[in-house]
């Protein structure tokens, strides 16, 4: 599938269950001081995850365009060092606030994945958020995950750097589940398709999807300190890396040889007589 059929099968598939297709917002944010670029699908729907702002849809699905230069989970500096972090990217993601949760979040990305892109299960690892002394393990993610078809022993816990997400100091935030999946060439070799892996050196096995199951808001309170208080009603925000999804996609090694950024390379390439 080249990028743009990825993109629309994203949005295709949400939109057959019920998600509304809303546009990408600007990469500037029109009404938020507390960010300085657009770094993820939620942005735009800030407000509503807080209970501030109804919309006339309860689900929607974006392909959003980002920019990482700063800021909370910025991944600044793996930019230019590895084969799947770009300062500018587009995310895709679906959106439940006060709809579905975290059970139909799991199902509909193991459909996606496993029966639309066909993706092999046995490539596949999944995170869950596995607790501190703020927020309790994730135990609901694991079973859903065991439910839906993914072997327990490919099911690893993690801690609140990988797998709590918020947008910025402040905000909506939550225990996230992420997705990653093994590019190398022998998937049954135990140790290149291993846990070790997983959230560990280099790009062979990669993050594709986070799934974030928005549960607080966290606030700045005047004494200094931050509070997490439950949100009104538990949403779901989810991000897939248009560009890595299309590495996968297209058995490439990097992002910058998928037919998204490659015809970049070469006319730069072209212009420099490279
Ligand atoms: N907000 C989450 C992220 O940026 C999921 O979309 O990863």
């Given amino acids: ?43 735009q729907f800030k407000d509503v995850f807080l209970g501030l702002e109804k919309r006339d849809y309860s689900r929607a699905v974006t392909s959003q365009k980002c920019l990482r230069a700063g800021g909370k989970h910025n991944d600044l500096d793996e930019v230019g060092k590895t084969a799947r ?39 596949l690892w999944f995170s869950v958020f596995e607790g501190d002394d703020e927020v309790p393990p994730d135990d609901e993610a694991r079973a859903l995950w065991e439910k839906v078809g993914a072997a327990p022993e490919r099911i690893l816990g993690f801690g609140r750097k990988d797998n709590f997400w918020q947008m910025g ?19 049954l070799d135990p140790e290149k398709n291993s846990p070790y892996w997983v959230n560990g050196p280099g790009d062979t096995t ?35 890396g248009l560009e890595r999804m299309a ?18 390379v070469e006319f730069v390439a072209e212009l420099a007589n490279a």
């Fill in 206 to 240: 990669i993050e594709i999807w986070n799934l974030v199951f928005m549960q607080f808001n966290r606030t700045h309170e005047k004494d200094g300190t931050f509070k997490l208080t439950p949100l009104p009603a538990p949403s779901v925000d989810t991000g897939m």
């Fill in 1 to 43: 599938m080249t990028g743009n059929e990825i993109r629309q099968a994203f949005l295709d598939y949400f939109e057959r269950h019920e998600h509304k297709v809303v546009h990408s917002s600007p990469l500037l944010p029109a009404n938020d001081p507390t960010l300085l670029f657009i770094n993820a699908g939620m942005n």
């Fill in 169 to 187: 100091d402040t905000g909506p935030c939550g225990p996230s589940s992420e997705i990653f999946h093994y590019m190398g060439d022998d998937p």
């Fill in 247 to 264: 590495a996968v996609m297209q058995h490439v090694e990097t992002n910058y040889e998928t037919d998204l950024i490659k015809p970049f």
């Fill in 85 to 123: 972090h770009q300062t500018f990217f587009e995310m895709l993601g679906n959106f439940s606030f006060g709809d579905y949760f975290k059970k139909e979040a799991i199902e509909y990305a193991w459909d996606l994945l496993v029966n639309e892109f066909k993706l092999a299960p046995e490539r």
